[in-house]
C-alpha cells in the first residue's frame, strides 16, 4: 500500500456518482472512472465500508457490493484485515488499440497528422545515408533543428539564438526534465486550474506541493489570487498555458501577463510557459504576439499538436545557464531526441505557415461541428465560444461530469470527466470535448450525449444536481 484515501475525500471525489441503477453498480463505475484517470493512484487504500457508507449517506450493503464489483473486474484486491486497495493500471485497463472499431475516443485532443507529413518522411529517407553516419546520441538536438526552433521563435518576434534551445521527446519530456531540474521536494509550484493533468503529475513527481491558480472561460485568469498567491507561497515555479489553454481555450491579455509576470519576478518564482497550443489559431483575429516577450520565462513547445501525435519531437528555450543544467540532467532520462524526427522537423518548420493554415481550417470546421450540434442537442449546457486551440470546456447544467463520462463509455464514446483537469478537486460541472475529430465523428458523440443525459440527470439524487448559481460547483 502506498497511500490511504478517506472516506470524506473519496466522497468528493467521486462528485455526481448515482447516475444509474443499481446503486452499487454506479458507484463502483465512479471509483473505476478515478482509476481510470488516475486520480486513485494503484495501491491506494480505501476507505472501510463502513466509513464509506456513512459519508455517502447510503447502507453499508451498497457499498459492499460495489467492492465486491470491483474485485470482480480486477480494480481492486480485498484481504482480510487489511481493507481493500487499488490495484496497477496496467492489470485492470485495456490497451488503447483495444477500443471498438465503432467507438469514438475523445480522450486525448489529438488532431490526425498534417496531410504533407507523410511525403516529407519520405523526403528525408533519402538523406539517411547522412544521418547515419552520427553517433545517435545527441542530448541537447542537432544544430540544424536547434537553429530552425530559434529561427522560428525570431520570426514570431521573440530573437533567439540556438543555444537557448534544447530538442527533447516531446513536451512532456520537457515538463518532466525542467520540473526534475528546478525543483527540490517539498518546493511549491504555481499551476492553473484546470489544467493539462500530466503537466501537474510531472510536478507531484518531482516532489511539488502544487499551489492553484484558477482559471475559467469567461473571466479568464483570477490575477489577484494569483498574485497573493504567488506572493504568499513564493513557489519556485509557475506552469501557465498563456495560449489557448488546455483545457479552458482561454488566452491571456496583456494585463494578465503584466500582473503574473511582476508578481513572479518579486517572488523569484520561475515562469514556465507550455506553449504546444499557442499557434493553434483557428480565427484569424486570434492571432496574436509571442506572450510574455518582455519577460524571463523558460518555454515549451512541441510538433504534437501542429503536426502529429506520434512525431515525438519536443523543445525548450531557455537562458544557455539552463539549458547547460538541462543538458547535464537529461542523460539519467534518456540519450536525446531520435535524429530522424529531428531531420524530419527541420523540414516542417520551414514549413510552419502552411502547416498553421491546414490546421486552422481543420479545427474551425471541428469547432463549429461541435458547438452547433451541443448548443442543439443540449442547449442546457453552457457552450463557450473559442478562438483556437483544440478543445472546449463544456459547462454542464449540473455537476455530473464523471457519471456522465462513465455512461458514455458504456456507448462506445470516450472522454474525460472535469476532474481529470482540477489539481485540487472538483470541475464536476465541466466536461472537456476536443474538436480535433472528423465533424461527422463529433455529431456522432454530441448524439449520444444528448441521448443519454436526461437519464444521468434523473437518476442523480435531487441534493446532487443543484442548477446554475448554487451551492455545489
Given at each position: 500500500m502506498d497511500s490511504r484515501i478517506t472516506a470524506r475525500m473519496l466522497s468528493l471525489a467521486l462528485g455526481?456518482?448515482?447516475?444509474?441503477?443499481?446503486?452499487?453498480?454506479?458507484?463502483?463505475?465512479g471509483i473505476r472512472l478515478l482509476?481510470?484517470?488516475?486520480?486513485?493512484?494503484?495501491?491506494?487504500?480505501?476507505?472501510?465500508?463502513?466509513?464509506?457508507?456513512?459519508?455517502?449517506?447510503?447502507?453499508?450493503?451498497?457499498?459492499?457490493?460495489?467492492?465486491?464489483?470491483?474485485?470482480?473486474?480486477?480494480?481492486?484486491?480485498?484481504?482480510?484485515?487489511?481493507?481493500?486497495?487499488?490495484?496497477?493500471?496496467?492489470?485492470?485497463v485495456p490497451p488503447r488499440d483495444a477500443v471498438g472499431v465503432d467507438d469514438l475516443d475523445l480522450s486525448q485532443a489529438s488532431p490526425a497528422a498534417w496531410p504533407g507529413l507523410a511525403g516529407i518522411m519520405s523526403e528525408t529517407a533519402l538523406d539517411t545515408a547522412a544521418l547515419v553516419a552520427r553517433s545517435g546520441y545527441d542530448i541537447v538536438g542537432s544544430a540544424e533543428l536547434r537553429t530552425a526552433i530559434a529561427d522560428r521563435y525570431t520570426a514570431r518576434g521573440l530573437p533567439t539564438a540556438p543555444d537557448e534551445v534544447m530538442v527533447t521527446t516531446g513536451a512532456q519530456s520537457a515538463i518532466h526534465l525542467l520540473a526534475q531540474t528546478l525543483l527540490r521536494r517539498g518546493e511549491r509550484a504555481a499551476i492553473e486550474t484546470p489544467t493539462y493533468p500530466h503537466a501537474a503529475e510531472a510536478l507531484r513527481m518531482a516532489g511539488a506541493r502544487l499551489v492553484s491558480i484558477p482559471v475559467s472561460v469567461d473571466a479568464g485568469w483570477d490575477i489577484d489570487r494569483a498574485a497573493q498567491a504567488i506572493a504568499r507561497t513564493r513557489p519556485a515555479i509557475a506552469y501557465l498555458m498563456p495560449d489557448f489553454q488546455n483545457p479552458t481555450g482561454r488566452s491571456m491579455s496583456i494585463r494578465e501577463q503584466d500582473v503574473i509576470a511582476r508578481a513572479a519576478a518579486d517572488a523569484g518564482t520561475v515562469l514556465l510557459?507550455?506553449?504546444?497550443?499557442?499557434?493553434?489559431?483557428?480565427?484569424?483575429?486570434?492571432v496574436s504576439a509571442v506572450a510574455f516577450a518582455d519577460v524571463p520565462a523558460v518555454r515549451i513547445g512541441s510538433l504534437g499538436k501542429t503536426v502529429w501525435g506520434g512525431l515525438r519531437v519536443g523543445w525548450i528555450r531557455a537562458e544557455p545557464t539552463l539549458i547547460r543544467r538541462l543538458v547535464a540532467a537529461r542523460p539519467s532520462r534518456e540519450l536525446g531526441t531520435p535524429e530522424f524526427e529531428q531531420a524530419v522537423s527541420v523540414r516542417l518548420l520551414r514549413r510552419m505557415p502552411e502547416v498553421l493554415a491546414q490546421r486552422a481550417l481543420l479545427l474551425r470546421e471541428g469547432r463549429d461541428a461541435l458547438v452547433d450540434a451541443l448548443r442543439t442537442a443540449v442547449p442546457e449546457w453552457r457552450v463557450p465560444e473559442v478562438a483556437g486551440g483544440v478543445c472546449v470546456w463544456v459547462e454542464?447544467?449540473?455537476?455530473?461530469?464523471?457519471?456522465?463520462?462513465?455512461?458514455?463509455?458504456?456507448?462506445?464514446?470516450?472522454?474525460?470527466?472535469?476532474?481529470?483537469?482540477?489539481?485540487?478537486?472538483?470541475?464536476?460541472?465541466?466536461?472537456?470535448?476536443?474538436?480535433?475529430?472528423?465533424?461527422?465523428?463529433?455529431?456522432?458523440?454530441?448524439?449520444?450525449?444528448?441521448?443519454?443525459?436526461?437519464?444521468?440527470?434523473?437518476?442523480?439524487?435531487?441534493?446532487?444536481?443543484?442548477?446554475?448559481?448554487?451551492?455545489?460547483?
Open positions: 455526481g456518482w448515482r447516475t444509474r441503477e443499481p446503486a452499487y453498480e454506479a458507484l463502483a463505475d482509476c481510470l484517470d488516475n486520480r486513485l493512484a494503484p495501491r491506494t487504500a480505501l476507505p472501510a465500508e463502513r466509513e464509506l457508507a456513512h459519508a455517502l449517506a447510503i447502507s453499508r450493503t451498497t457499498v459492499a457490493a460495489a467492492y465486491r464489483s470491483l474485485r470482480e473486474t480486477g480494480h481492486i484486491e480485498s484481504l482480510r484485515g487489511s481493507g481493500s486497495v487499488t490495484l496497477p493500471l496496467g492489470r485492470r510557459l507550455d506553449e504546444t497550443t499557442g499557434e493553434l489559431a483557428i480565427d484569424a483575429r486570434a454542464l447544467d449540473a455537476p455530473l461530469s464523471s457519471g456522465l463520462v462513465m455512461a458514455a463509455r458504456a456507448r462506445g464514446l470516450h472522454l474525460s470527466a472535469g476532474p481529470r483537469f482540477s489539481p485540487d478537486g472538483g470541475h464536476e460541472r465541466h466536461l472537456r470535448i476536443p474538436f480535433t475529430a472528423p465533424p461527422e465523428d463529433l455529431r456522432r458523440a454530441v448524439a449520444i450525449l444528448g441521448d443519454i443525459w436526461p437519464a444521468v440527470r434523473a437518476a442523480t439524487p435531487a441534493a446532487a444536481s443543484t442548477p446554475w448559481g448554487a451551492a455545489v460547483v
